[in-house]
């Protein structure tokens, strides 16, 4: 077995989030993240500013990833970056760079599925972390999929199941927009419903497939019951944030855990991941800890940094593809819309 090192360095740029990072043989060394404030204001992403934000932010954070790893860009085996899915001006930054940094130092580019990545960051060598065995389930949650994925090996994925209309980060995100808190509203949702009763107000699941989600009835209903109670009180949501938020969550988090209890039981395997920036919720985390004592599932709950957007997830799909020589053309070029499973 070889003892070489093998440095590889990670963009993503599919969304909000410029991240660059740089990890050697499955072990990160940096992970810079650089967030966008600008589309706070707007109340959810502007595509155009995106792009325009990487730009600025690119060669920045790739520099600082680099210099953060310790080594220089003669060290690179190759580059990773996002092909897609995501907003297309904004993978184009991140697809051009690649290019022509690989060009520029003659090494493979690896293109990478933003969606096998977020499941593949559970395979990043990290003390304490546990790795899945194949197969494994994985629960992609972010604020454009909601997946259940088989995983039988690293780059073999099979959907089992996936909403049929919004994603379950939209559901926080809309959530909390309705109750007037900022994007994204996620983490907002979460910080206040600690505080809150989950058992406060009571809405309606959806009725679809085993496997299958919808939050777009979810949604509604919140905008009615909200609507109707600041009818009667102007001041509602201020009185009662804490428990609306805590009751949404609990609402959500429980439609999650419907879907795993029905994966388990029509596949009969209880290696569970999660995945996607929803992964961060302190709720879905807990439940899945839990699950391993009360329902004997070994869980995979991955650490805060690699849930949400970060390049550190597609450096470590880079390095698995580059064991297996799987490396991209030059002529490759993003796409906006691409399957977990191509
Ligand atoms: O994976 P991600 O960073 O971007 C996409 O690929 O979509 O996911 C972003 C989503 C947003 O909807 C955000 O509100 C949600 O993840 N999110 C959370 C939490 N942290 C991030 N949702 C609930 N609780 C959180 N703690
Ligand atoms: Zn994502």
Known sequence: MSTENIYILGIESSCDDT???????????????????????????????????HQQNIVPVVQQAIEQAGITKHN??????????????????????????????????????????????HFIDEKGSKIPPFPFVCLTISGGHTQIVK?????????????????????????????GLPYPGGPLIDKYAQLGNPKAFKFTKPKVGNLEFSFSGLKTGILYFVQRNVKE?????????????????????????????????QTGIKHIAI??????????????????????????????????????????????????????????TAKARLKVTE
């Open 19 to 53: 991240s660059a990072s740089v990890i050697c043989n499955g072990k990160v060394l940096s992970n810079v993240v650089a967030n966008q404030e600008v589309h706070a204001k707007y109340g959810g992403v502007v595509p155009e500013l995106a792009s325009r934000a």
């Open 76 to 121: 690179l085996n190759a580059i990773a970056f996002t092909r897609g899915p995501g907003l297309m001006g904004s993978l184009l930054v991140g697809t051009s760079f690649a290019k022509s940094l690989a060009l520029g130092l003659n090494i493979p580019l690896i293109d990478v599925n933003h969606m096998q990545a977020h499941i593949l960051a």
């Open 151 to 179: 995983i039988t090996n690293h780059f073999e994925m099979e959907i089992l199941g996936e909403t049929i209309d919004d994603a379950v980060g939209e559901a926080f995100d809309k959530s909390a927009k309705i109750l």
């Open 233 to 265: 009180n102007p001041n509602f949501i201020k009185e009662n944030l804490n428990d609306i938020c805590a009751s949404i969550q609990y609402t959500i988090i429980e439609i999650l855990m419907d879907k795993l209890k029905n994966t388990v039981k």
């Open 275 to 332: 995945a996607g920036g929803v992964s961060a919720n302190s709720e879905i985390r807990k439940r899945l800890t839990l699950a391993e004592k009360h329902w004997g599932w070994t869980t995979y709950i991955p650490k805060f940094e690699y849930t949400t957007d970060n390049a550190a997830m597609i450096s470590i799909a880079g390095y698995l593809k580059f064991l297996n020589n799987d490396y991209s053309d030059i002529s490759v």
